[in-house]
């Protein structure tokens, strides 16, 4: 997705050692290197790739340590301070100051109408939709490995069966469904004249993307792992009278791991950014939560008036998208030289 | 060609059926009371609440009810005080006081230009710009159509959305404020109106083709008949356009396909996006009032319309490449 100008076929250093190593240093020279070791030397010499790292961290850090950073700047999300102070807000509910009320006390501006502030909602936001993004992810990747390696390992009937159900979901309107079962899903957990409270909310949201978040994982591991079952080394573990969990977690796994991890890192952005959609249309996370797609929800009520509200949530999400699909790019190309791109 | 088409659709029948006994159970045996969603809560009396059970046969134990909806959609059905609901009847929408039927039909033709004038634009832009990466491979011209769609991808419809109409509608003037209009009522007016959106809507997607149809190409020219073709005297631009994209092509319909259903869900936040009245507004409305025959007529309208367009996708894979065809 990237340019394509990385040499993935640069000579390794390993063999550059032992080529240009003295005789008497063999056994320095020789050192053997692990797979992962490999990888991260390879991960390490793109440089895009490990910028693009250093953003995700970033991002991540930023989600785990939000109450700290606004403990630090001093100022609470949850807090309208437009309606505190008379003097932020002008009469028609705009933030006084150039763009959008920036100022030393509030570094992003105050949103319109209650005047929270931007900085703070955006950390907390993040924090919100990376979370529930990762549970997405976590389940949907654990229910997509399960049925893939499943399918491509019992084979028969059920590969069959489990094949048409994926490519059932897969046909599907998926935002439409996430628009309709995300109420459904919460009334079965609370009923409707009950307060929702925010755990129910998450869980319910994490469900029902997660239910059709998985085909992908498992098409591509089911394809793998059909290939993978008639290797000459799974055979000889099975002639040698190894049971099949064996051979799943011992033999399989192993040469699935690469897979799975490249999967997750791309499966990631794409569920962050599908839980904000959600919010965004107004059936995920609601006020008074934090939550990225509703700064964009918010923030597009008023785009005409006050542009820089949108810019803050717009250029954070595509930053962390690009790093994010980029930093995924790497990772595979670190981890699997075949890849041709 | 017809076996396969037969086959096809036979497999769709089965799918839709299943989809449409999933999703009613869904809704309908574990969600709360129905008849209490669709009446209105400030002046909800015992009265009415027994009138729409009556009405939408509520009484009745759930495999009847599914088996009077199922029915429904094809022969129509009698509701009670409300009167006959004609063929495809997906139930009475208390909220708006119409027939769902009626609510779908006056708003899927803005979804469906909206998604086929997008596909068509992203389709145009993504095997553009892909075909003119292969074609200056290497060079900066590859690296910024990579750039710009990576960025692309990257971006939200509800972020670009907003700006483009900040940008060409308040601040330029260029486009008066993105509108559905009928094609047969003003083709001009329905293009004009539509432009932005399908602008906007085809962003995220031109990725995914420019990167597929840079490497496709690729491949195709390095085959063994492209060269025959050269050696043969044939023009650059006969062997590009004729051998080259034609054999892209076929994997490109295959990954539309997938995509249709992602398709279905941009135009979705696109018409919220620009406040377009189309299936997803009803979508989202039906949701916020609770109103679940709406919902689920909805839900199981646009799915039948995906597998649908899945199917004329399929049959023109299968004219483009026959090798499908016997599989």
């Given at each position: 997705m990237t340019t394509p100008t990385e040499d993935t076929t640069e000579t390794e250093p390993v063999l550059v050692a032992s080529a240009t190593g003295d005789a008497g240093n063999k056994p320095n020279a020789l050192q053997g290197r692990t797979p992962g070791q490999i990888a991260w030397s390879r991960f390490k010499r793109n440089r895009i790739g490990v910028i693009c790292a250093g953003i995700v961290i970033?991002?991540?850090?930023?989600?785990?340590?939000?109450?700290?950073?606004?403990?630090?700047?001093?100022?609470?999300?949850?807090?309208?301070?437009?309606?505190?102070?008379?003097?932020?807000?002008?009469?028609?509910?705009?933030?006084?100051?150039?763009?959008?009320?920036?100022?030393?006390?509030?570094?992003?501006?105050?949103?319109?109408?209650?005047?929270?502030?931007?900085?703070?909602?955006?950390?907390?936001?993040?924090?919100?939709?990376?979370?529930?993004?990762?549970?997405?992810?976590?389940?949907?990747?654990?229910?997509?490995?399960?049925?893939?390696?499943?399918?491509?390992?019992?084979?028969?009937?059920?590969?069959?069966?489990?094949?048409?159900?994926?490519?059932?979901?897969?046909?599907?309107?998926?935002?439409?469904?996430?628009?309709?079962?995300?109420?459904?899903?919460?009334?079965?957990?609370?009923?409707?004249?009950?307060?929702?409270?925010?755990?129910?909310?998450?869980?319910?949201?994490?469900?029902?993307?997660?239910?059709?978040?998985?085909?992908?994982?498992?098409?591509l591991l089911?394809g793998m792992s059909l290939s993978l079952r008639e290797r000459e080394y799974v055979e000889a573990a099975?002639?040698?009278?190894?049971?099949?969990?064996?051979i799943?977690f011992k033999e399989l796994m192993p040469n699935l791991a690469t897979t799975i991890l490249v999967q997750v890192t791309l499966?990631?952005?794409?569920?962050?950014?599908?839980?904000?959609?959600?919010?965004?249309?107004?059936?995920?996370?609601?006020?008074?939560?934090?939550?990225?797609?509703?700064?964009?929800?918010?923030?597009?009520?008023?785009?005409?008036?006050?542009?820089?509200?949108?810019?803050?949530?717009?250029?954070?999400?595509?930053?962390?998208?690009v790093a994010f699909n980029l930093f995924g790019d790497s990772v595979r190309d670190a981890l699997d030289p075949k890849t041709i791109r | 060609?017809?076996?396969?088409?037969?086959?096809?659709?036979?497999?769709?029948?089965?799918?839709?059926?299943?989809?449409?006994?999933?999703?009613?159970?869904?809704?309908?045996?574990?969600?709360?009371?129905?008849?209490?969603?669709?009446?209105?809560?400030?002046?909800?009396?015992?009265?009415?609440?027994?009138?729409?059970?009556?009405?939408?046969?509520?009484?009745?134990?759930?495999?009847?009810?599914?088996?009077?909806?199922?029915?429904?959609?094809?022969?129509?059905?009698?509701?009670?005080?409300?009167?006959?609901?004609?063929?495809?009847?997906?139930?009475?929408?208390?909220?708006?006081?119409?027939?769902?039927?009626?609510?779908?039909?006056?708003?899927?033709?803005?979804?469906?230009?909206?998604?086929?004038?997008?596909?068509?634009?992203?389709?145009?832009?993504?095997?553009?710009?892909?075909?003119?990466s292969a074609?200056k491979q290497g060079t900066m011209?590859d690296r910024?159509?990579s750039s710009?769609?990576l960025?692309?991808?990257?971006?939200?419809?509800?972020?670009?959305?907003?700006?483009?109409?900040?940008?060409?509608?308040?601040?330029?003037?260029?486009?008066?404020?993105?509108?559905?209009?009928?094609?047969?009522?003003?083709?001009?007016?329905?293009?004009?109106?539509?432009?932005?959106?399908?602008?906007?809507?085809?962003?995220?997607?031109?990725?995914?083709?420019?990167r597929q149809?840079r490497s496709l190409m690729l491949e195709q020219l390095s085959e063994d008949?492209?060269r025959?073709?050269?050696?043969?005297?044939?023009?650059?631009?006969?062997?590009?356009?004729?051998?080259?994209?034609?054999?892209?092509?076929?994997?490109?319909?295959?990954?539309?396909?997938?995509?249709?259903?992602?398709?279905?869900?941009?135009?979705?936040?696109?018409?919220?996006?620009?406040?377009?009245?189309?299936?997803?507004?009803?979508?989202?409305?039906?949701?916020?009032?609770?109103?679940?025959?709406?919902?689920?007529?909805?839900?199981?309208?646009?799915?039948?319309?995906?597998?649908?367009?899945?199917?004329?996708?399929?049959?023109?894979?299968?004219?483009?490449?026959?090798?499908?065809?016997?599989?």
């Amino acid at each position: 997705m990237t340019t394509p100008t990385e040499d993935t076929t640069e000579t390794e250093p390993v063999l550059v050692a032992s080529a240009t190593g003295d005789a008497g240093n063999k056994p320095n020279a020789l050192q053997g290197r692990t797979p992962g070791q490999i990888a991260w030397s390879r991960f390490k010499r793109n440089r895009i790739g490990v910028i693009c790292a250093g953003i995700v961290i970033l991002y991540i850090l930023v989600a785990i340590f939000a109450p700290v950073i606004t403990g630090l700047y001093g100022q609470s999300p949850y807090i309208p301070y437009g309606t505190r102070d008379m003097s932020l807000l002008d009469d028609s509910g705009l933030p006084i100051g150039a763009n959008g009320g920036m100022s030393a006390a509030h570094w992003l501006g105050i949103t319109p109408d209650a005047g929270y502030d931007i900085f703070a909602k955006l950390v907390y936001g993040i924090r919100t939709s990376l979370g529930i993004g990762l549970l997405i992810t976590i389940a949907s990747a654990i229910v997509g490995i399960v049925l893939g390696v499943a399918q491509g390992y019992i084979g028969g009937r059920f590969d069959y069966f489990v094949g048409r159900f994926t490519d059932l979901l897969l046909g599907l309107p998926t935002q439409l469904f996430f628009i309709a079962f995300t109420p459904i899903v919460e009334n079965w957990f609370v009923p409707a004249d009950r307060a929702m409270p925010v755990y129910m909310r998450v869980l319910s949201v994490v469900l029902v993307q997660a239910f059709l978040g998985w085909m992908a994982t498992a098409r591509l591991l089911r394809g793998m792992s059909l290939s993978l079952r008639e290797r000459e080394y799974v055979e000889a573990a099975k002639i040698s009278g190894a049971s099949s969990w064996r051979i799943i977690f011992k033999e399989l796994m192993p040469n699935l791991a690469t897979t799975i991890l490249v999967q997750v890192t791309l499966l990631l952005p794409t569920m962050v950014t599908a839980e904000a959609g959600l919010s965004f249309l107004g059936v995920g996370m609601v006020d008074p939560t934090p939550d990225w797609g509703l700064m964009f929800q918010d923030a597009t009520r008023h785009y005409q008036d006050d542009l820089t509200y949108l810019m803050v949530p717009g250029i954070s999400l595509m930053i962390f998208a690009v790093a994010f699909n980029l930093f995924g790019d790497s990772v595979r190309d670190a981890l699997d030289p075949k890849t041709i791109r | 060609m017809l076996r396969f088409l037969i086959r096809r659709a036979l497999g769709a029948i089965v799918i839709i059926l299943l989809l449409i006994c999933l999703t009613y159970f869904a809704f309908f045996s574990l969600a709360v009371d129905p008849a209490q969603l669709a009446c209105p809560p400030k002046s909800c009396t015992p009265e009415l609440l027994a009138q729409i059970r009556s009405n939408m046969h509520l009484n009745l134990p759930i495999y009847q009810q599914f088996w009077n909806y199922l029915s429904g959609l094809f022969v129509g059905q009698d509701l009670g005080q409300l009167g006959h609901c004609a063929a495809p009847c997906f139930g009475y929408s208390y909220n708006s006081q119409r027939f769902v039927w009626d609510e779908i039909s006056a708003n899927y033709p803005a979804t469906f230009v909206l998604a086929i004038g997008g596909a068509v634009v992203f389709l145009a832009i993504g095997v553009g710009l892909g075909m003119l990466s292969a074609w200056k491979q290497g060079t900066m011209l590859d690296r910024v159509a990579s750039s710009i769609s990576l960025i692309g991808q990257s971006t939200q419809i509800y972020f670009v959305g907003p700006l483009a109409m900040a940008l060409f509608v308040y601040n330029l003037q260029w486009l008066g404020i993105p509108k559905y209009v009928p094609f047969t009522q003003d083709p001009v007016g329905c293009f004009t109106g539509m432009l932005l959106p399908w602008l906007v809507m085809s962003i995220i997607f031109w990725a995914n083709y420019t990167r597929q149809v840079r490497s496709l190409m690729l491949e195709q020219l390095s085959e063994d008949h492209i060269r025959a073709a050269r050696a043969k005297g044939m023009s650059n631009r006969y062997v590009w356009w004729r051998y080259a994209l034609r054999g892209a092509m076929a994997p490109i319909i295959t990954i539309f396909g997938i995509d249709l259903g992602s398709v279905f869900s941009g135009a979705i936040i696109t018409e919220y996006t620009f406040s377009i009245q189309g299936l997803g507004f009803l979508a989202v409305k039906s949701v916020n009032n609770a109103d679940l025959y709406l919902e689920l007529g909805v839900l199981i309208f646009s799915s039948v319309a995906i597998l649908l367009f899945n199917i004329v996708v399929d049959a023109a894979y299968a004219l483009l490449d026959p090798r499908v065809r016997l599989a």
